[in-house]
Nanobody
């Protein structure tokens, strides 16, 4: 497993941008597919975006497609989530997750999780 630490959350006005980072420990980061999930108060955790170990394949939830971009830097053991044109409904705790090899979009497929970072979008 890898240890994950998210950063970059905060308070932003609707229409604004934030960039989340997720730093991973361990020498095998480049063999892990990575994902971002979010959980709003009173709601289930939901998939946001995922990226393959190589970075060549990305998948997005329909609700963020065209506004969010997931990327990774294997040399820095870091995955990013660039969030543009933020909406109040994007308000949630955002979690980074890792799983060996194949990309996935369901939370149960990921074995390593960060502690989460709060994103709040005001209207």
């Amino acid at each position: 497993q890898v240890q994950l630490v998210e950063s970059g959350g905060g308070l932003v006005q609707a229409g604004g941008s934030l960039r989340l980072s997720c730093a991973a420990s361990g020498r095998t980061f480049s063999s892990y597919a990575m994902g971002w999930f979010r959980q709003a108060p009173g709601k289930e955790r939901e998939f946001v975006a995922a990226i393959s170990w190589s970075g060549n394949t990305t998948v997005y939830a329909d609700s963020v497609k065209g506004r969010f971009t997931i990327s990774r830097d294997n040399a820095q053991n870091t995955v990013y989530l660039q969030m543009n044109t933020l909406r109040p409904e994007d308000t949630a705790v955002y979690y980074c997750a890792a799983r060996p090899r194949a990309i996935a979009t369901i939370s149960a497929a990921f074995g390593s999780w960060g502690q989460g970072t709060q994103v709040t979008v005001s209207s």
